[in-house]
């Protein structure tokens, strides 16, 4: 009867034999390295839900979307009188809306036809407001009247921010105390820094786009 050979292995054997256990093992972990990356990856995902709000829906919390790009405004005498810090405040404000956006602005003396009309009114039971005063045949607002509150806004930084928290409401975006309002649309107070007085990418495009939606 036929045995099998026991004869031991040499050690060229030997050591082929261990850099293929070797290998194996790379090639087991990557796979293993692989799997977990992917999971990594879904967890963010599901970590980070898309951010959505509302546009254009002059509700009380989205502004409406006006008739074209050129935002004619103007500083109104109804109320009182314009210092140069809150005018200051204003055209940075303005300027800025034309740098982020493809909108421009234009200064001029305030007529019945001017998109938006600046007031600064001490009796104003909040920051500053919004309201769209006129409306075209599409829906779309002609004119619309900004207001102040120069009692409660005594900073350059709280000036600024609600002056581009308005003019955001003039051109349709809309406010929220949510985290993700990262920008001069989060409502009330807000923090000192830059980004409190300019518009984050997302309303960039909201207001670019003008195009309402709900989300």
């Known amino acids: 009867m036929k045995t099998s050979s026991s004869r ?35 967890c963010l995902g599901q970590a980070a839900p898309a951010y959505a709000d509302q546009f254009g829906q002059e509700n009380g919390t989205s502004g409406a979307i006006p008739d074209s790009f050129p935002h004619l405004y103007c500083f109104s005498n109804t109320g009182s009188v314009w210092t140069t810090a809150f005018i200051n405040a204003v055209d940075v404000q303005m300027r800025n809306l034309d740098e982020q956006t493809k909108y421009t602005d234009v200064r001029g003396k305030c007529t019945a036809t001017t998109d938006v009309r600046f007031v600064l009114d001490p009796n104003l039971d909040a920051r500053g407001s919004y309201h769209c005063t006129g409306h075209n045949g599409d829906g779309r607002c002609t004119t619309s009247v900004i207001r102040l509150n120069p009692t409660v806004l005594t900073t350059t930084h709280q000036r600024r921010k609600t002056a581009c928290h308005e003019i955001g409401h003039s051109v349709g975006l809309a406010h929220g105390t949510a985290s993700s309002f990262t920008d001069c649309m989060r409502s009330g107070f807000a923090p000192a820094g830059v980004q409190f007085e300019r518009y984050n990418a997302h309303h960039v495009k909201h207001a670019n786009s003008r195009v309402k939606t709900t989300s």
């Open 8 to 42: 031991p292995r040499t050690a060229a054997a030997v050591g082929r034999a261990r850099r293929v256990t070797a290998a194996a093992r790379v090639r087991f972990g990557g796979r293993l390295l692989g799997i977990a990356l992917v999971g990594v990856v879904a």
